[in-house]
């Protein structure tokens, strides 16, 4: 991905296989520097989602319970405007629903208040969204529209062009037929010894 | 040199990630209860925690795309392979049967929850108002932005599964899917879709949204059915 000899370069040196090594050297550092966004993208949220036993990779939640010192008086919408104002929370409700005489639940985006209006008890929770991750995660998940799946499959693709010219870029004892190969065989077995290992799927 | 260096770094920097992000997820394991109740056989002899799991005291918000909330918004359809397919709203929902009651959950990921209590109707009711052909051998939970998980009729229509709209006698917190989701307690909780608009009944099989990712297509948590 960084910066290399200008395509070409090394055709004195080696002939057709030194331009054909010029070539892929191009190939790959800028389809590498096409490749940064969605790879940071995609290696966010894919950290953020492996862990989602331990946490809400999209949201932080909250739940706060306030009371409001006894019942409050007038019409369901009359209820919501007052409890808006004494707890100081802003904007328009999509939905303001009598479920009972003791339950007005008043939806905001983001956040319900659960009012009960003879008690003056209010239930104010909600879910604030991750700075990126909601997004990154949105993407990863595909849960975008079905378009994002073309721009998927040409990075997973893009990927694998990478990972072919990565491995014939240099020459040599750190090539692939030296360190290089090495490398490459132990990348290989780590997957293969895990299915080997956990008895596969 | 330099580059030796910068190599010696980027391993030094990668063992550190590596350990920290190991023992973050062994302290939240460390943190469960130990809860005699784990141990507790069910009737069907079987130990309320499944194999693989730890208890936690309360249900852990596991993310998803959120569906809209709003009670006034919702509706139920129920439809499919049925002779009298139909559409509910949350009153409607709400003058239907109720049932209140207190099961385990299991979620896919190593947690349980013990006990937890719901409200709704069940979905043996609303098959049966259904009038559900004999030819359905699927229920598919379809939920938000494309979330599915499908159930085969018998477990679908076992007696402790059902449509939920309250948790603990109050409404669904917003991480866990209102105004009403599935609860499909001998399942993983994946398969109680938060966020439901529909009950489909199929003749077919259909792997939903995990299912199609790489989860079990069943789900059995005693049998540790995780992955597919």
Not at chain 1, 6 to 30: F, M, S, Y
Not at chain 1, 94 to 105: M, N, S, T, W
Not at chain 1, 150 to 170: K, P, R, T
Not at chain 2, 98 to 117: F, K
């Amino acid at each position: 991905m960084g910066e290399g000899p200008p395509a070409g370069a090394g055709a004195g040196r080696g002939g057709g296989r030194g331009a054909v090594r010029g070539a892929l050297r191009a190939v790959h550092r800028d389809l590498g520097h096409l490749a940064v966004g969605l790879t940071l993208v995609y290696a966010a949220s894919g950290l953020a989602v492996n862990h989602i036993a331990d946490w809400d990779p999209s949201f932080r939640s909250f739940d706060r319970t306030h009371d409001l010192g006894g019942p409050i008086e007038g019409d369901d919408a009359a209820i919501a405007r007052s409890v808006a104002a004494r707890l100081g929370v802003v904007g328009t409700p999509k939905d303001v629903y009598r479920a009972g005489p003791e339950q007005l639940d008043v939806v905001y985006e983001r956040r319900t208040l659960h009012v009960n209006p003879v008690s003056g008890r209010v239930v104010d929770e909600g879910q604030e969204p991750r700075f990126l991750l909601r997004a990154a995660n949105w993407l990863h998940l595909n849960r975008g529209k079905k378009a994002w799946r073309y721009v998927a499959d040409a990075y997973a693709a893009g990927l694998i062009v990478l990972a072919g010219s990565g491995m014939f870029l240099v020459g040599g004892r750190r090539g692939l037929f030296g360190r290089g190969g090495l490398l490459v065989l132990v990348g290989a077995a780590v997957p293969i010894a895990y299915v080997a290992w956990s008895g596969g799927p | 040199m330099d580059k030796r260096m910068e190599r010696r770094f980027f391993l030094r920097t990668a063992a550190v990630g590596t350990v920290v992000s190991v023992l973050g997820g062994g302290v939240y394991a460390l943190a469960s209860p130990d809860d005699p109740r784990g141990r507790q056989l069910r009737p069907d002899g079987r130990t309320r925690l499944p194999p693989g799991q730890r208890l936690l005291d309360a249900l852990k918000p596991m993310g998803g795309e959120p569906g809209d909330p709003s009670p006034s918004a919702f509706r139920l359809k129920v439809y499919g392979e049925v002779d009298a397919p139909f559409e509910v709203d949350f009153a409607g929902l709400l003058a239907m049967p109720q049932v209140e009651q207190s099961c385990d959950v299991h979620c896919v990921t190593g947690w349980t929850m013990l006990d937890s209590r719901w409200t709704g109707v069940r979905v043996a009711d609303l098959a049966e108002r259904a009038r559900v052909r004999g030819s359905a051998r699927y229920a598919i939970f379809e939920a938000a932005e494309g979330y599915t998980a499908n159930v085969p009729r018998a477990e679908a229509l076992a007696p402790n599964v059902m449509v939920a709209h309250r948790f603990f006698g109050q409404p669904i917190p917003r991480p866990h899917g209102p105004p009403v989701r599935a609860i499909v307690p001998d399942l993983y909780f994946w398969k109680s879709a938060k966020w439901l608009r529909a009950i489909r009944f199929a003749r077919v099989d259909e792997p939903g949204y995990w299912e199609t990712r790489g989860y079990h297509n069943h789900a059995d948590p005693w049998k540790e059915e995780r992955n597919g």
